[in-house]
Nanobody
């Protein structure tokens, strides 16, 4: 069974940076596409970024392009989300997910972490 554990969340002022990490265990990490979603209070869980299992092809939602970078280290079984130039609208619980394709819909992912809170103050 795959387990995902996020870390790196916290509170930061607008314009600051955070790096989220998601540790993967239980299966062969390089066999899975990985993604990050986020859920703000009272809102649905939305796609943020994804990275393919081969070649490291990346995808982003428009609102984070140029500010966020998803990456993976297959030797460490870890996926990262570097978040720069943070805005108050980025405040949410951030979840990592693992699946077979780099889709933008929750149903395309088989495994989820427990989430990590990111709070950006103005």
């Amino acid at each position: 069974q795959v387990q995902l554990v996020e870390s790196g969340g916290g509170s930061v002022q607008a314009g600051g940076s955070l790096r989220l990490s998601c540790a993967f265990s239980g299966r062969i990490f390089s066999n899975y596409a990985m993604s990050w979603f986020r859920q703000a209070p009272g809102k649905e869980r939305d796609f943020v970024a994804a990275i393919s299992r081969n070649f490291g092809i990346t995808y982003y939602t428009d609102s984070v392009k140029g500010r966020f970078t998803i990456s993976r280290d297959n030797a460490k079984n870890t996926v990262y989300l570097q978040m720069n130039k943070l805005k108050p609208d980025d405040t949410a619980v951030y979840y990592c997910a693992a699946g077979q394709t780099t889709g933008r819909n929750m149903v395309e992912y088989d495994y989820w972490g427990q989430g990590t809170q990111v709070t950006v103050s103005s």
